[in-house]
């Protein structure tokens, strides 16, 4: 009897020791690990709440930003519909002309795409959210329309082109994917701004220089000129836009008879 005693006690220690030898090797490779310097990271009280995790970038780009102006629509978007031409608006929202523009493109169920500048949205809100609810895109025109612009400081550029973003998306809800430099003004330094804040550099290859006022006959000569993946240049805001609109209500259906597509951008 007390040799089997002896036995049992035997392979319990020896049962007991492994036992303890897996949960210290289970714990080792449990621990963290050091980092590149040799310390381990801090361990986490138990019952701490878990860390909140980080918030959204400000930008979200859909594409990796070209380091160039955009003309053309296949140059942003190669899938467009062969027939589509797009109709940029630039420098509003305007109190007087911006609303006209809106009922005239609903007439003719046209979308656009409008270029806003910051300071217009921060005093006509009500104009950026009906733009956004009528299913128009977005562009982001700088926060107050400085010209040069490629002549302004890295500083100065950086908040012009962060400001506005963040005015859109804050009166809006849209996060705005496109820039266009005030005047068609580029540079390497304002390329990199734009690319470096996730956001396309739009131009346009149709311009009947709408904001000189040449007359409504010559603004819808130019416009007329539009071709399959043309960008078309005209102005809601920055002074008396009554020829822009007269243009606009003669070219829009004329371009519509031909088989064009308004698209956005």
């Known amino acids: 009897m007390g040799r089997r005693r002896a036995i049992y006690l035997a392979v319990l220690v020896a049962v007991e020791g492994a036992l303890a030898a897996c949960a210290d090797t289970s ?37 990796v930003p070209s380091r160039k102006p955009i003309h053309q629509i296949q140059e942003i978007n190669p899938a467009a519909p062969p027939n589509s031409i797009a109709l940029t608006i630039d420098d509003g929202p305007d109190p007087e002309w911006t609303p006209k523009v809106l009922d005239l493109l609903a007439r003719h169920h046209v979308v656009a795409t409008f270029c806003l500048v910051g300071d217009a ?22 926060m107050s329309h400085p010209q040069p612009f490629a002549g302004l400081s890295s500083e100065r550029m950086i908040a012009e082109v962060t400001g506005a973003h963040r005015e859109i998306w804050k009166t809006t809800g849209v996060t705005s994917r496109l820039f266009r430099s005030p005047g068609g003004d ?30 409504t006959g010559a603004i819808e000569a130019e416009l007329l000129h ?29 371009l519509q008879s031909r088989g064009l597509t308004f698209v956005t951008l």
């Open 27 to 63: 714990a080792q490779g449990t621990r963290p690990a050091a980092d590149a310097t040799g310390r381990k990271p801090r361990a986490r009280k138990p019952n701490s709440p878990s860390p909140s995790p980080s918030p959204s970038p400000v930008f979200s780009p859909v594409a």
């Open 121 to 142: 949205i921060r005093e006509h809100p009500e104009l950026a959210k009906r733009i956004a609810a009528a299913g128009h895109a977005i562009c982001n025109h700088t």
């Open 226 to 254: 539009a071709k399959p993946g043309s960008i078309l240049l005209s102005h809601d805001g920055g002074g008396d836009r009554s020829q822009t609109l007269s243009a606009l209500t003669t070219v829009i259906p004329v």
């Open 186 to 215: 580029w540079s390497p330094a304002v390329l990199a701004t734009v690319a470096e804040n996730g956001m396309q550099p739009l131009d346009w290859d149709i311009d009947p220089r709408d904001w000189a006022r040449p007359g």
